[in-house]
Nanobody, 126 residues
């Protein structure tokens, strides 16, 4: 069982930056692939970024590639999402998720993740 708690969301102007954190409980964090997803009002939950257990493999949605960076610190049981050059289209609730995947990759489909945090709101003003 893994419990996830996101933090770092808030209100930022277009062009600004935020860093989201997701703290995980449990001693097996290092064996989980981690992902970030987001959901805007009235829309489906979309994939943002994912990272394999070692941090070597990372994956990004085309809409955030080059602006967002996912990373993890297994010693701190934490995964991060650095978001630069934010625009109003990035406004959403951001969720982190964990998947006890076998191998070094990470899934990009929400249904493959077993554990979810409660989400943190990111609002980008124009």
């Amino acid at each position: 069982q893994v419990q996830l708690v996101e933090s770092g969301g808030g209100l930022v102007q277009a062009g600004g930056s935020l860093r989201l954190s997701c703290a995980a409980s449990g001693r097996t964090f290092g064996s989980y692939a981690m992902g970030w997803f987001r959901q805007a009002p009235g829309k489906e939950r979309d994939f943002v970024a994912a990272i394999g257990w070692s941090g070597f493999s990372t994956y990004y949605a085309d809409s955030v590639k080059g602006r967002f960076t996912i990373s993890r610190d297994n010693a701190k049981n934490t995964v991060y999402l650095r978001m630069n050059s934010l625009n109003p289209e990035d406004t959403a609730v951001y969720y982190c998720a964990a998947d006890p995947v076998v191998g070094g990759g990470a899934p990009i489909e929400a249904y493959e993740y077993d554990y979810w945090g409660q989400g943190t709101q990111v609002t980008v003003s124009s």
